[in-house]
């Protein structure tokens, strides 16, 4: 199937289609965006599209950060991309030829980027149509959004019906955040995702705590992942860590994943290191 072949135009994709008799229901286009770069919102298209694979979803993730083309790696496919998502919004491959199946979750497949293109060369209106006649063949398409509020970050909005915005606990990341929240508007109903959070710096006061990011921002909160140096191991290997089925990261991608897909998941906690015996004494059993 040639997705741009019928009309090459935009159209504000209906949630459901009627074909001869039968209903459709389209999937749910997601966009992973931030304003501010390198908070996570590759590693988290990566983990959450695992975890979602993993509850059995049929997911296409598609790399939009056109110029770097980092998803590929995140995943373990960089050797096996051979069409990206301008060859296919250009009409030189086909959607079937580009899509990547995951080497690891049955039901996962990536769209990478180009490498040697600039963001400005995507036309927006057939990204749209793209990730419109995505969502007809999956459960969910998520879009990784590149750094900043210019066309790159517009086209990877331009299909999707919903937003994660994933922040880090530093003023400049929240306040990019709000800016972001403030340029989708309503319509995307936008949920938070607070990354690198580092429960020792939290409890000294050094760095935002969950419920500081929260009084600014007034989000939905999706989940709370910690700094975690098992995520650049898991990422140098290719395989994301929502892989693992144990440890505390792997299961907050995947109660992230579980809440996503409409699961009632107690909220995201954030579990702070015990006094050690030194701010028992220190701070009168206090700390
Ligand atoms: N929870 C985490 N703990 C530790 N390291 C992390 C965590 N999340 C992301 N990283 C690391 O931070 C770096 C940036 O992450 P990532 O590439 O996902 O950010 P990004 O928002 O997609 O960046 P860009 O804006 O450049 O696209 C990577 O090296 C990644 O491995
Ligand atoms: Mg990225």
Redesign the pocket.
Known sequence: MHVLSQTGEAVAAPEERVTTGETTKLGRAIVVT?GK????????TANLGTALAQRGARVALIDA?VG?R?LDIVLGLENRVQHHLLDVLEETATIDDALVPDKHSEGLFLLAAAQAREKDEVDTEKMRALVASLRERFDYVII?S??GIEKGFKNAVAGAQEAIV?CTPEVSSVRDVDRVVGLLGNRFRPQLVI??VRPQLVKKGTMLSVEDVDAFLRLPLLGV?????Q??VT?NRGEPLALQRDGK?AAAYHAIAARVAGEDVPPPQVELPKPTLFQRLFRGGRA
Request: a negative charge; proline letters at 7%; charged letters at 20%.
């Open positions: 931030s770069g390198g908070v996570g919102k590759t590693t988290t950060d770097l980092n990784d590149p750094a994933v990354n690198r992942i910690a700094d975690e140096p995520i650049i990422t990261t």
